[in-house]
């Protein structure tokens, strides 16, 4: 199997989701000429053209609504948002009308649209330049929210999202681009809701998506020498939520730790510790603990920056704290 | 600054009503049937009035009342394969494409046998099949649909259009500038008809918009435009032909500006005249009303006479009470279509 980066993964999954279907088109942002701000867009506008790879104006709210619009009837479009930090200006367009569309509508439209870029931090790019935005997204009925953390799943999960009958909020990591994995060629499709066991384990739960689950799979290799046996569970899809494998991993191990790049309230983690200790409650030896990025905007310095992020120290720490081996 | 206080709004009457207009192309059925569907639009609209008063429609009801002349023209220029999105005052629009007066009333009631099964109600009435795609309730958000339908036209190598109504408060809204821009950026297939209403709820077009003649927003775009007398259904079917011409032939965008007057308040929870304009102003636009406006012209012509147009009246009014009758009595959505419509699988997430 091909050994290609995450950015790459993307590209395939594009390139080959517009080959086989005619109506899927790429815009935003530098996607064609300048062959994408992040390079996913490499080589598609000499492969599809300009129709097919359209290169829009900075007018996030316009140019999602001109999705929108075409998938309404019945293009397939791929809206780029430069990074999500810009998309603020087009949730209107995602909220309003692409959720919205086939309930207010009695079943009569759909919006087969995705929604993709980068999202979360990267390197001090400051507070308007580093925010996880899921948490948002996944509160809305009617989107679906997909964060994919290595390249086979940035594949096989954008193929599926570009196939899906609904919008989907399809946020990559702006860290992951570079990062390197195993992908299968052609057809390989991921399904969007499913959750994935990146590691196994049997006395912590450590759920986690997008750029954590590398921070929790070092928490898990540290804490391997500690003797302690974490079960890292990537959620893959935000929305709609695998509670399934969130809840057998769960009664395995009988204590967990959330770990999201996001602010704490009203996280992803809020609503995963919301359904263990709903359906599984007998099952917990501790509180599900969080961690989580501070909560505050984010700030430039470096040290401050780094102090500020979920990182595996923080993970053990909180996964001491749930085995009651630290107070 | 001088140019500016020169520029005085136009008045519907300044805007091109002016000349003798002939109706020679038209065919004598044509013109009674823009009577009978303004006729239709307005008895539909009182007996909507009327249902919200006693409680039969809830939430926020927009009357399009004074302005039938402006649904009806530009609709009978366009084909039924062409795309239409429209504000939250929309019941006219969508009677004139075809929509079923049965069909809209009993949206309006929250019915699931309305256009959107009872989900969408007035603000959003939808009928995919007529190409009737909302009925949008956030000022100026559906304005980039349009211009995304304008792509997808262009995309397929059809030769539809894209059509969008908007209030002339949506032209300061962001939506709007960016979707014209794009439309004239790539020569898309699309007509933005900015209905002139002069009022943004109470907001008078003065008091929002540093220019008052709407349409030369479209020269920030290099774009076609036009001022149009919305009170006269002919002049809007004219100026809504020579847009669908640019767009269906040449691939060239349009902001038409249609002036027209709403009769009635903002909303049914609004006074037809509050802090914001008088009494003498509103009757003073009632002088042309679009119907009386239409009927004198057709009578003058001898297409129709004051017996013609009573039992054209009394048709639409049965039609009307007849789509009561059936709203009233049709059934509420069953209890599980709480859970439906919300993805594909028909599932909830
Ligand atoms: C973005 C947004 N802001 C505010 C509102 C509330 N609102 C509804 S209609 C309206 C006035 C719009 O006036 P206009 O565009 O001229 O249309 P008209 O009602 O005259 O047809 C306002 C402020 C809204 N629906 N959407
Ligand atoms: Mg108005």
Redesign the interface.
């Known amino acids: 199997m091909a050994v290609i980066t995450y950015r790459d993964a993307l590209n395939q999954a594009i390139r080959e989701e517009m080959r086989l279907d005619p109506s899927v088109?790429l815009m935003g942002e530098e996607v064609g000429v300048y062959q994408g701000a992040y390079k996913v867009s490499r080589g598609l506008l000499d492969e599809f053209g300009p129709?097919?790879v359209v290169d829009?104006?900075i007018?996030e709210?316009?140019?999602?609504?001109?999705?929108?619009?075409?998938?309404?009837?019945?293009?397939r479009?791929i809206v780029e948002f430069m990074t999500w930090n810009f998309a603020l200006l087009a949730i209107?367009?995602v909220v309003?009308?692409a959720a919205k569309?086939?309930?207010?509508?009695?079943?009569?439209?759909?919006v087969p649209a995705v929604f993709r870029g980068p999202g979360g931090s990267a390197l001090q790019l400051a507070a308007q330049h580093s925010q996880a935005f899921e948490s948002w997204y996944a509160h809305i009925?009617?989107l679906?929210v997909v964060m994919p953390a290595t390249p086979a799943d940035a594949k096989g999960l954008l193929k599926s999202a570009i196939r899906?009958?609904?919008p989907v909020v399809f946020i990559e990591g702006e860290m992951l681009y570079n990062t390197k994995g195993e992908v299968p060629e052609g057809e390989y499709l991921t399904p969007i809701?499913v959750a994935d066991v990146k590691r196994a384990g049997t006395d912590v739960t450590l759920i986690c998506h997008s750029k954590t689950v590398s921070v929790a799979l070092k928490a898990a290799e540290q804490l391997a020498a500690d003797g302690i046996d974490a079960e890292v569970v990537d959620l893959r899809t935000i929305?709609?939520?695998d509670h399934e494998t969130v809840l057998a991993s769960v009664s395995k191990t009988h204590r967990a730790v959330v770990v999201e790049e996001g602010w704490s309230f009203a996280g992803v983690g809020a609503q995963v510790v919301d359904v263990i200790q709903r359906e599984i409650f007998d099952e917990l030896d501790s509180p599900v603990l969080r961690v989580t990025g501070a909560d505050v905007p984010m700030p430039y310095n470096k040290h401050l920056e780094k102090a500020s992020k979920a990182d595996p120290p923080k993970v053990i720490a909180a996964v001491k704290r749930v085995m009651y081996l630290e107070s | 600054m001088t140019a500016k206080a020169d520029r005085k709004r136009g008045s519907p009457a300044a805007a091109g009503a002016a000349a003798p207009n002939p109706t020679s192309d038209l065919n004598a059925d044509t013109q009674r049937s823009w009577l009978r569907q303004m006729l239709l639009i307005r008895r539909f609209e009182e007996k909507a009035g009327e249902a919200y008063s006693l409680g039969k429609i809830g939430g926020f009801c927009h009357l399009y009342i004074g302005q039938e002349a402006v649904a009806v023209g530009t609709l009978a220029a366009m084909r039924g394969d062409d795309y239409i999105t429209a504000s939250y005052r929309e019941h006219g629009h969508a009677l004139a494409r075809g929509m079923s007066a049965r069909a809209a009333m009993a949206e309006l009631f929250g019915k699931a046998a309305g256009c959107s099964h009872g989900k969408g109600g007035s603000m959003h009435l939808i009928d995919a099949s007529l190409g009737f795609l909302g009925g949008h309730g956030i000022v100026g958000g559906h304005i980039p649909l349009t211009t995304g339908m304008a792509f997808a036209i262009k995309y397929r190598e059809e030769d539809r259009v894209a059509v969008c109504y908007f209030g002339e408060a949506a032209v300061n809204n962001g939506a709007f500038h960016e979707a014209l821009n794009m439309a004239a950026l790539w020569k898309l297939p699309a007509i933005y008809i900015c209905e002139n209403n002069r009022y943004g709820m109470g907001t008078a077009l003065e008091r929002a918009s540093a220019i008052y003649d709407i349409s030369e927003r479209a020269l920030s775009y290099d774009m076609d435009r036009e001022v149009v007398d919305g009170q006269d259904v002919l002049v809007v079917y004219q100026a809504m032909q020579r847009a669908v011409k640019r767009a269906r032939e040449n691939k060239h965008p349009t902001l038409l500006e249609i002036r027209t007057y709403r009769f009635m308040g903002h909303s049914m929870s609004d006074p037809i005249h509050g802090h914001y304009r008088t009494r003498e102003e509103v009757e003073e636009h009632r002088k042309r009303d679009p119907i009386l406006v239409w009927s004198e012209k057709l009578k003058a012509d001898g297409i129709i006479d004051e017996r013609g147009i009573k039992s054209l009246d009394a048709d639409v009014i049965s039609e009307v009470e007849d789509a009561y009758r059936f709203a009233d009595a049709a059934a509420d959505p069953e209890p599980g279509e709480l859970w439906t419509d919300v993805y594909a699988s028909g599932g909830t997430a």
């Open positions: 088109f129709m097919r829009t104006p007018t709210l316009g140019f999602a609504g001109v999705g929108v619009g075409a998938a309404m009837v019945g293009l479009p209107d367009q309003n009308t569309m086939r309930y207010m509508s009695g079943g009569q439209i759909s009925p009617g679906k899906d009958e609904d809701g929305r709609p939520l």
